[in-house]
Antibody, heavy 119, light 111 residues
Framework: QVQLVQSGAEVKKPGSSVKVSCKASGGTFSSYAINWVRQAPGQGLEWMGR????????DYAQKFQGRVTITADKSTSTAYMELSSLRSEDTAVYYC????????????WGQGTLVTVSS | QSALTQPASVSGSLGQSITISCTGT?????????VSWYQQHPGKAPKLMIYEGSKRPSGVSNRFSGSKSGNTASLTISGLQAEDEADYYCCSYAGSSTYVVFGGGTKLTVL
């Protein structure tokens, strides 16, 4: 059974960066893309970007270009999402999710990581 | 403003059927039969309910079905049960540069 386990909640100051991890188990990590999706309090889902570990290629939503970096460590089956220049509007739950077929259908999700940006 | 438009809320009685619409454009929903639907209970991660427009992952009840007409995709839930009360999000593939776009979500209330 595939499991994605994310790192714990974070509290950050405006202008700083945060790095969230997502460790996969129970499946073939490199073969599937890992997406990052966030959800601000009371709001909907927003796709941020993804990485295909076997190719080590990442692509990002235009809104986050230049501010987000998604990486993967195949040796530990872990994906990372780093968001910089944090502002209060980045306060959200950040999820990692595995692509099912490669067209944005995400079949396994992490439990979510709450990132709070506050001075 | 979300890229895909969903009604903010829908409601239905136990045992009835409801349909949630998801309207996009010719650049996403209209161009690809690659709409997925997610169910999210409060405080939980989303769960994939439908993919490629109408396919159900293993373990998802056949009370859930998906369809598409033009630029609008739909999720139908038949035989409503109390546990179906949740938020539902549509998501469409939108090409290699944009990848995916989500709808704003629909809150389903089971009366």
């Amino acid at each position: 059974q595939v499991q994605l386990v994310q790192s714990g909640a974070e509290v950050k100051k405006p202008g700083s960066s945060v790095k969230v991890s997502c460790k996969a188990s129970g499946g073939t990590f490199s073969s599937y893309a890992i997406n990052w999706v966030r959800q601000a309090p009371g709001q909907g889902l927003e796709w941020m970007g993804r990485i295909i570990p076997i190719l080590n290629i990442a692509d990002y939503a235009q809104k986050f270009q230049g501010r987000v970096t998604i990486t993967a460590d195949k040796s530990t089956s872990t994906a990372y999402m780093e968001l910089s220049s944090l502002r209060s509007e980045d306060t959200a739950v950040y999820y990692c999710a595995r692509d099912h077929q490669g067209f944005g259908d995400m079949d396994y999700w992490g439990q979510g990581t709450l990132v709070t940006v506050s001075s | 403003q979300s890229a895909l438009t969903q009604p903010a809320s829908v409601s239905g009685s136990l045992g009835q059927s409801i349909t949630i619409s998801c309207t996009g454009t010719s650049s996403d929903v209209g161009s690809y039969n690659l709409v997925s639907w997610y169910q999210q209970h409060p405080g939980k991660a989303p769960k994939l309910m439908i993919y490629e427009g109408s396919k159900r992952p293993s373990g998802v009840s056949n009370r859930f079905s998906g369809s598409k007409s033009g630029n609008t995709a739909s999720l139908t839930i038949s035989g409503l049960q109390a546990e179906d009360e949740a938020d539902y999000y549509c998501c469409s593939y939108a090409g290699s540069s944009t990848y995916v776009v989500f709808g704003g979500g629909t809150k389903l209330t089971v009366l």
